[in-house]
T-cell receptor, first 114, second 113 residues
């Protein structure tokens, strides 16, 4: 596709449930990033992949959060035992390479935990 | 840790007028990049302008320009001839080597017709 695609656009889940959020980056982009944007705040870095490997996962808040990118393209952010505080917009971005190329963002997934 | 501060939660501008959004940041590095992103209701972050810290010349993109004051760690965005389509949330962001961005809390820009 022409841009970064994120699915679903919106997700409502109950506290304690497991969710998966998907990101399909721009074709050929080797670097992929996940950010979390809570209401009224700027995005906060979660994790970044270079190819298939997580190059920096220092932003993941705790071990309930996990992300994969098994074939170096599509990535899935997985949240176990969701809590109401996980409610936020989860943004994915990709770039051609991880150093000087600009980031291209998707439209995000709005996660609501009830 | 690096921090980015946007002290204006909300700004308003009349159509065709000029508005300046403020941003300050804290870093001990000498080489870094600064960005302004626009986020409309669609939620997609759109790059408006980028500045490399080692370049003294202020970046310009059409109606958008920055005032980069490295010693003061200030990076303001000027929007000239404001248009209704400029209304959005604007975020200032900082990046060192590598592509991990640190964002400010954002400024809502309202454009009045």
């Amino acid at each position: 596709g022409a841009g970064v695609s994120q699915t679903p656009s919106n997700k409502v889940t109950e506290k304690g449930k497991y969710v998966e959020l998907r990101c399909d980056p721009i074709s050929g982009h080797t670097a992929l990033y996940w950010y979390r944007q809570s209401l009224g705040q700027g995005p906060e870095f979660l994790i970044y992949f270079q190819g298939t490997g997580a190059a920096d996962d220092s932003g993941l808040p705790n071990d309930r959060f996990f992300a994969v990118r098994p074939e170096g393209s599509v990535s899935t952010l997985k949240i176990q035992r969701t809590e109401r505080g996980d409610s936020a917009v989860y943004l994915c971005a990709s770039s051609l390479e991880p150093y000087n190329s600009p980031l291209h963002f998707g439209n995000g997934t709005r996660l609501t935990v009830t | 840790a690096q921090t980015v501060t946007q002290s204006q939660p909300e700004m308003s501008v009349q159509e065709a007028e000029t508005v300046t959004l403020s941003c300050t940041y804290d870093t001990s590095e000498s080489d870094y990049y600064l960005f302004w992103y626009k986020q409309p209701p669609s939620r997609q972050m759109i790059l408006v302008i980028r500045q490399e810290a080692y370049k003294q010349q202020n970046a310009t993109e059409n109606r958008f320009s920055v005032n980069f004051q490295k010693a003061a760690k200030s990076f303001s965005l000027k929007i000239s001839d404001s248009q209704l389509g400029d209304a959005a949330m604007y975020f200032c962001a900082y990046k060192e080597y590598g592509n991990k961005l640190v964002f400010g809390a954002g400024t809502i820009l309202r454009v009045k017709s």
